[in-house]
């Protein structure tokens, strides 16, 4: 059932794509597993990164990897990517450079007013790894300036004029008690050298009740002159989206509501360029206020104007299937990869290539 709305001019429709599923790692291989990203090389071999250990905010959370080899369509065994001793690490995410090079930026932290073997989004910092032999082997780590801390579970992006910009958020703790969610972007080199930060993103409380706010967010270029389009998260129960028109350097202060609607859950998306025609923006979404079941596939053909329900990929809602990344083929255009947390029976990552 389609539970958001799209208004406004028609949009330009996409067929269903095929989809083919797979599981990147067995279940139960850990007691937890989250936050996937993906990254295609251009030979063909798929990267997945995730986060896992005994339980979220545990100690012994650490970055591990996957590869996929395009001839053999098989999953290599877990490795591990970067583990920062002592706090636990989360939300990675995958950026391939320019001239080839992988970097995997995740955030680690510990907080004060949990236990000692727990630590907390509330206090993270940020630091990354890099590879390249494509995520055979990885760097040591290198740690962000004080206050930058690159992607926040969802890809940087490289703009039209070569800059890098990263969707970043906060989740800062008043009094203990209430989370205060905002986002930012963060601006840098192919390289990740030179670092700038924009103005915070808050929510616009007049369009909504109370809520914490806007964190994750995933971007789209829309136009080769610097306007870039952020859609993000939110516990408001519908999608938030703000704007730029200078690469990213600065945004709209507040995020304003969307007709797609979000259970307080992860979201991702990727504009898919090329290929005859650009297929427009797509959008990995949990169609639901309220449960991170179906994932779903929304599209935009008017960039972000509107959107329209292509399909449900995930419908058995005894699990949930959640934090989905995505990303556009290299070797095709018109095919995009997918991973997720999959949480139905043993919590384990999937994955699920489409094809137009």
């Known amino acids: 059932m389609l539970l958001f709305i799209a208004v406004g001019c028609v949009v330009s429709e996409i067929a269903q794509p095929r989809v083919s599923y797979e599981l990147i790692l067995p279940g139960g291989t850990f007691h937890y597993t989250h936050a996937c990203s993906i990254q295609e090389l251009w030979d063909g071999t798929i990267v997945a990164v995730f986060h896992a250990g005994s339980g979220e905010g545990k100690q012994d ?17 877990v490795a591990v990517a970067a583990k920062t001793p002592g706090v636990c690490d989360m939300n990675p995410s995958l950026f391939l450079s320019n001239d080839g090079i992988l970097f995997l930026d995740f955030h680690f932290g510990s907080d004060s007013h949990l236990s000692p073997e727990e630590c907390s989004t509330h206090s993270w910092e940020g630091a990354y790894v890099f590879s390249k032999d494509g995520g055979v082997t990885w760097s040591t780590i290198t740690y962000l300036p004080k206050g930058f801390l690159a992607g926040i579970k969802n890809k ?9 910009l990263c969707p970043s958020s906060t ?5 203990n008690l209430i989370g205060i969610w905002q986002s930012h972007m963060e601006t840098t080199d192919q390289g990740w050298t030179h670092w700038e930060k924009s103005n915070d993103i808050a929510v616009f409380h007049e369009h909504s009740s109370w809520c914490q706010g806007p964190i994750q967010p995933t971007l789209f270029e829309l136009e080769q002159n610097g306007k870039i389009l952020a859609l993000m998260r939110t516990s408001c129960s519908y999608i938030a989206q703000a704007t730029s028109t200078d690469y990213g350097l600065s945004w709209s202060r507040t995020a304003d509501p969307t007709d797609l609607i979000n259970p307080g ?7 898919m360029y090329g290929g005859g025609a650009d297929l427009g923006l797509l959008l990995m979404m949990n169609n639901s206020t309220e449960h991170r079941c179906p994932l779903t596939i929304a599209h935009s053909g008017d960039w972000g104007k509107t959107w329209e329900h292509v399909m449900d990929i995930e419908t058995d809602c ?39």
């Open 171 to 175: 989740e800062a703790v008043l009094h």
């Open 156 to 164: 940087c992006i490289t703009l039209s004029n070569n800059n890098v």
């Open 61 to 77: 959370c650490t970055i591990y990897t996957s590869r996929r080899d395009p001839k053999l369509g098989t999953w290599s065994e």
């Open 318 to 356: 005894s699990g949930g299937y959640e934090y989905p990344a995505i990303v556009q083929s290299r070797t095709d255009p018109r095919a995009a990869h997918v991973c997720y947390t999959y949480n139905k029976g043993n919590r384990t990552m999937a994955y699920a290539r489409l094809q137009w």
């Open 265 to 271: 859950a992860g979201i991702d998306g990727v504009r």
